[in-house]
């Protein structure tokens, strides 16, 4: 009996997530165009409406009841990094873990803002949970995170999660095996942006063992963000 055609999991720019098929689905059939899964089209983050004008009248608004009445300058500028801090690698210096590290998010709404602390303005909000972040630096209960666009920002720890995720580059669709080998059953196909849970990578090792929604496979490293060159992920 002829094996049945791979799923192909589709996530269009700015998906959130991939959800599992519905069990009412009917299975395709043989020689069908493999059903297609899209994600709701909601964008990985938005810029925070009038960030700038925002920012600039409340500096404005600070400065002028500073003068008048003694009070409270605005925020001071983020801190600068320490020496410990610019060298590579390095560790957290709350935390004492590696330094940059991957991470996940915890809600489908996390603020970044362009300081350590809620008095500064939020430039984005993301709206995609599980989405992979990189931990570049620490300061009290803030982390300073990179995402794959390679925009950067404080949130507070409290909005990330350990659990570690892995985003399909832009290149595709990727083809999720059974195995590691190219050789093996096609189980999936995903399409650029699509989020799914990393389960282990061997750091000397090509392949990485995902799943998405309830498809459990593999994909070549080279084509997930989420991971560091060389990290050993179990």
């Not at 700015?14 to 059903?35: D, L």
């Not at 600068?80 to 489908?108: H, N, W």
């Not at 507070?156 to 195995?179: D, I, K, N, V, Y």
Request: aromatic content about 4%; hydrophobic content about 35%; overall charge positive.
């Amino acid at each position: 009996m002829a094996a049945p055609p791979a799923q192909r999991l589709t996530a269009p720019p700015g998906a959130v997530r991939v959800a599992p098929p519905s069990a009412s689905t009917p299975p395709a059939a043989a020689g069908s165009t493999p059903p297609t899964q899209s994600a709701p089209q909601t964008p990985v983050k938005r810029p925070r409406a009038g960030t700038a004008a925002a920012g600039a009248a409340a500096g404005a608004a600070a400065g002028a009841a500073a003068a008048a009445a003694g009070q409270a300058a605005p925020p001071p500028a983020s801190p600068a990094p320490t020496p410990t801090e610019l060298q590579q690698p390095s560790v957290g210096s709350v935390t004492g873990l590696p330094i940059p590290r991957f991470v996940s998010l915890r809600s489908d709404e996390v603020n970044l803002r362009i300081g350590p602390d809620t008095r500064y303005p939020i430039e984005w909000t993301y709206q995609r949970r599980d989405l992979p972040v990189e931990i570049l630096r620490e300061y009290n209960q803030w982390r300073r995170i990179r995402d794959m666009e390679g925009t950067e920002g404080w949130v507070h720890q409290s909005t990330l999660a350990g659990r570690r995720t892995f985003l399909a580059r832009g290149e595709g669709p990727h083809e999720m095996h059974g195995s590691e080998s190219e050789a093996s059953p096609v189980v999936a196909r995903l399409m650029p942006g699509v989020v799914g849970r990393l389960r282990s990578c061997r750091a000397d090792g090509a392949w990485c063992e995902v799943q998405v929604g309830s498809h459990r496979g593999y994909l070549k490293r080279s084509q997930i963000w989420g991971i560091a060159p060389g990290e050993d992920v179990n």
